[in-house]
């Protein structure tokens, strides 16, 4: 559903290429999980999956079009969710009926069970909301387009704890499987055990893109009361132990997303061919 393809873009041309020689294939029905430091360039990345920044040479194709065009037909199945937003002083109804007409196949019924299941004020203006409540009605807006491509920018700031379980669990349950979400996100507890795949960009590059179940059956993320265990590639130190990773040797563990982030950016080659 989106495919990048010999990726180069900057910002100027007097600077260095942010990104070069980008590649990557995205398919519908995965919850991806979009990941690197502070700068790695994943807001710009997003903003050229979705048409507001042009590719400097090569291209970005979301289901088969390019999105810089802006065309209609592309742009009524992408929705984003950008981190920092003003909300006009209407109601919430007033702002659903201004721009639900834009998503052909928006689905109310969804948008009113999500604004239950996030507890919001129906009586307030938009801009009278907190800024926690105006992201918890934003990501209920973005899932009722039932939009193709659903691209969320840091998501759950500003969520408060049991929101945050809410989130997991509506996102779980309002997705259809020729959708498509890309989370880019600081906070990977919040997404763990809902992303199938990842994508981890460093200096211009994707350094990792896999799905949890390739992850998985690499690697085994485990306890240890020794760092020093035989074929350990990467060791954190925990209250009571370590947290390790391993080569996978046939058994079955869950992937820890923060480990990981943690041993590809600060461990050694040999943990970085692992996921390669
Ligand atoms: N409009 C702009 N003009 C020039 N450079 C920019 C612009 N926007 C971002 N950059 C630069 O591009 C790089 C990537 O920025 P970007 O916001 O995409 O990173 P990010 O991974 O989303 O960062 P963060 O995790 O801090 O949000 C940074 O070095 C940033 O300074």
Not at 77 to 102: M, Q, R, T
Request: proline share 5%; glycine share 8%.
């Amino acid at each position: 559903m989106v495919t990048i393809k010999d990726l180069k873009f900057s910002y100027s041309k007097k600077q260095q290429p942010l990104f070069q020689d980008l590649q990557c294939e995205l398919p519908s029905g995965s919850i991806v999980g979009l990941l690197g430091k502070n700068g790695a360039g994943k807001t710009t990345l997003l903003k050229l999956m979705i048409g507001l920044l042009q590719p400097t040479e090569g291209s970005v194709r979301i289901i088969g079009e390019q999105p810089w065009d802006r065309h209609p037909s592309l742009l009524q199945e992408v929705y984003f969710l950008p981190e920092e937003f003003h909300h006009p002083g209407i109601s919430i109804g007033n702002y659903v009926k201004a721009n639900s007409g834009f998503y052909p196949r928006f689905d109310e019924e969804l948008l009113q069970r999500l604004i239950t299941d996030f507890e919001l004020p129906d009586n307030k203006r938009l801009n009278q909301l907190s800024y926690g409540q105006k992201k918890k009605f934003l990501i209920s807006f973005a899932l009722s387009t039932k939009c193709r491509l659903l691209v969320l920018d840091e998501p759950t700031n500003g969520l408060d704890i049991p929101s945050k379980s809410i989130f997991r669990k509506v996102m779980a349950g309002s997705l259809d499987e020729d959708q498509l979400v890309i989370i880019s996100t600081h906070q990977v507890r919040d997404v763990e055990n809902l992303i199938d795949r990842v994508l981890m960009l460093e200096k211009g590059k994707f350094i990792m893109q896999k799905s949890l179940f390739e992850i998985s059956s690499n690697l085994q993320f485990a306890t240890a009361t020794s760092p020093e265990g035989e074929n350990v590639l990467y060791h954190e130190m925990v209250p009571g132990g370590y947290k390790v990773i391993r080569p996978q040797t046939g058994g079955s563990s869950s992937v820890d997303i923060e480990l990981l982030f943690n041993a590809i950016s600060n461990g050694t080659e040999k943990m970085r061919e692992y996921v390669k």
